[in-house]
């Protein structure tokens, strides 16, 4: 299993140390980050978290999927590796009637 997980069903205004904190709670967390629209810098509602080892997220996965952050039940999942974006823009292109 990869050490980097997706977060869900964030609320808008979390931030990337309230996120750290909850994961901490497991491990050693390498990285959290809310993903933030450029343009108003409001949150997304999802982020990704990067434990120290497969199995802290296995565990973070396992005991914080469903736990609360901010008032919300949070979903945790194990990320998929990020698509290349020229790839992603050919499909869309491809898909259009």
């Known amino acids: 299993m990869t050490n980097k997980l997706f977060v869900g069903s964030l609320d808008y205004s979390t931030t990337d140390s309230q996120l750290e904190e909850h994961f901490a709670t497991i491990g050693k967390v390498l990285s959290a980050k809310v993903i933030v629209d450029r343009y108003t810098g409001q949150g997304k509602g999802f982020g990704f ?17 469903g736990s609360q952050l901010n008032g919300r039940n949070i979903a945790v999942k194990e990320a998929k590796p990020q698509e290349d974006r020229n790839q992603r823009n050919d499909n869309r292109r491809n898909n259009r009637w």
Not at 49 to 65: I, P, W
Request: charged share 35%; proline share 0%.
């Open 49 to 65: 978290v990067e434990m120290e080892t497969g199995e802290l997220a296995k565990e973070a996965m396992n005991k914080l999927n």
